[in-house]
Nanobody
Framework: QVQLVESGGGLVQPGESLRLSCAPS????????WAWYRQGPGKEREFVAG??????LISETIEGRFTVSRDNANDTMYLQMNSLKPDDTGVYYC?????????WGQGTQVTVSS
């Protein structure tokens, strides 16, 4: 079993930036896929960004404002979020697929409000 711990959420004003981190409780396989999802108030959980077999994918709804990366040295995934909008408000979840298992973090709250 793997625990994923997200951090970096908070309350920011529109236009500001945040960087989220996701760290696993043990080192994961180099073939694992990593992703960020989010769930806004009254909305379904949606894909934000991820790294799949070394290929980075970003949801089109993000419009180029976010960047996903992973630090191999400390096995941590990051989500750099710039030009945040109120619609970005929600709980952000880390997801890792290390076949045959899939793991979810507990989520970190991001609130964008003036």
């Amino acid at each position: 079993q793997v625990q994923l711990v997200e951090s970096g959420g908070g309350l920011v004003q529109p236009g500001e930036s945040l960087r989220l981190s996701c760290a696993p409780s043990r080192r994961l396989s180099s073939t694992a896929d990593w992703a960020w999802y989010r769930q806004g108030p009254g909305k379904e959980r949606e894909f934000v960004a991820g790294i799949f077999s070394g290929i980075t994918l970003i949801s089109e709804t993000i419009e180029g404002r976010f960047t996903v990366s992973r630090d191999n040295a400390n096995d941590t995934m990051y989500l750099q979020m710039n030009s945040l909008k109120p619609d970005d408000t929600g709980v952000y979840y880390c997801n890792v697929r290390e076949l045959p298992d899939t793991y979810w973090g507990q989520g970190t709250q991001v609130t964008v409000s003036s």
